[in-house]
């Protein structure tokens, strides 16, 4: 989650000016550099990622053959609410 929300500092695998475009023109960051980042296996991150996803704190985007992923402020801030009223 960190990693998404500054992504063009915290994924390295690539220029910054492809994080902004894929930020911009397909909606997230690839999975293939959360991979390169994470030092994971590709099946674990996307494992993650879909959790994630199916929690509200992603979102995700496929164009082609890739999936993007940018984090979901309204679902984070949803849990950080729940967080704060239930424990």
């Known amino acids: 989650m960190k990693w998404l929300k500054d992504p063009e500092k915290e994924i390295t695998s690539v220029s910054c000016e492809t994080v902004r475009f894929m930020m911009t023109e397909r909606g997230g960051i690839c999975v293939q550099d959360l ?4 030092g994971l296996a ?44 239930e424990l």
């Open 42 to 85: 590709q099946s674990t991150v996307s494992s993650y990622l879909s959790m994630m996803e199916k929690c509200d704190l992603l979102i995700s985007e496929r164009h082609g053959k890739w999936t993007y992923y940018r984090r979901n402020e309204q679902g984070i801030q949803k849990l950080g609410q729940a967080v704060g009223e």
């Open 35 to 38: 991979v390169k980042r994470a």
